[in-house]
Nanobody, 123 residues
Framework: QVQLVESGGGLVQPGGSLRLSCADS????????IGWFRQAPGKGREGVSC???????HYAASVKGRFSISRDNAKNAVYLQMNSLKPEDTAVYSC?????????????????WGQGTQVTVSS
């Protein structure tokens, strides 16, 4: 059973950085694709970044060059490093796992979701 837990959110000033973590205490995340999504108040959910089981990565145009996704298999975690944060990055960020076709992470259905962590970018 996949049980994802996000951490690392918080309040940061524009231009600042945060690193979000997505971890699972029991399921090996290196065998699945992990996606990071966000949802701002009054807006729909947006895909931010993802990484396949083979290590291929993808980024939304709005975060490319500022965000970076990576795995630490020893810690069974996936990270989203967010730099040069903007007020429009404010949202609840959630990670999700695709266990059915982990060689893909774009245009596929994610079957397990974490609860999310709030990121607020404000001065």
């Amino acid at each position: 059973q996949v049980q994802l837990v996000e951490s690392g959110g918080g309040l940061v000033q524009p231009g600042g950085s945060l690193r979000l973590s997505c971890a699972d205490s029991g399921f090996a995340l290196d065998h699945v694709a992990i996606g990071w999504f966000r949802q701002a108040p009054g807006k729909g959910r947006e895909g931010v970044s993802c990484i396949t089981s083979e290590g291929s990565t993808h980024y939304a145009a709005s975060v490319k060059g500022r965000f970076s996704i990576s795995r630490d298999n020893a810690k069974n975690a996936v990270y989203l490093q967010m730099n040069s944060l903007k007020p429009e990055d404010t949202a609840v960020y959630s990670c999700a796992a695709n266990t059915v076709a982990p060689q893909f992470c774009v245009g596929i259905r994610y079957d397990y979701w974490g609860q999310g962590t709030q990121v607020t970018v404000s001065s």
